[in-house]
């Protein structure tokens, strides 16, 4: 990946719908190629996918949380069961006390509750820690190397 590849990785973060022609402009390229390397660079798995970001507040997913699940088991072959409780939205399995960590949105603070409960209905799951964010400053993509995420 070259600098090229990376000022249009950070255009295309800051806006997925960014024309080719748009993109060319920023990388010095025509659009032609702007397309050329998005589509190589999505073939090689760089990008993995195009989203849009939406305010969880607007859709009544005002709380947020991140649980710490602890287990009595190696936990990652449960991935599936945690996948189907669509208030998690990011699951991670990780070193140290805890074995995964989840981001988990909700409407309400009962409505987390309700997710703690499904958690422990989960083969091997022996706790839970849950952190509830009240604010968050910021949030941000992948950092392109070089500082030219924007």
Known sequence: MDDIDR?????LQRDATTAYAALGKEAGLSAGAAHERVRKLRERGV???TTVDVDPAALGQDVL???MVESSAWMGESAAAFAAIPEIVEAHVIAGSASLLLKVRSATP??????LRRLYAIEG??????TVVL?????RGVAVEGGLSG
């Open 125 to 130: 799951v022996s706790g839970t820690q849950a």
């Open 47 to 49: 990008i993995r996918r």
């Open 135 to 139: 604010e968050t400053f910021f949030e």
């Open 65 to 67: 949380a991140y649980v």
């Open 110 to 115: 009962g409505r987390l509750q309700d997710v």
């Open 7 to 11: 000022k249009l990785i950070a255009a």
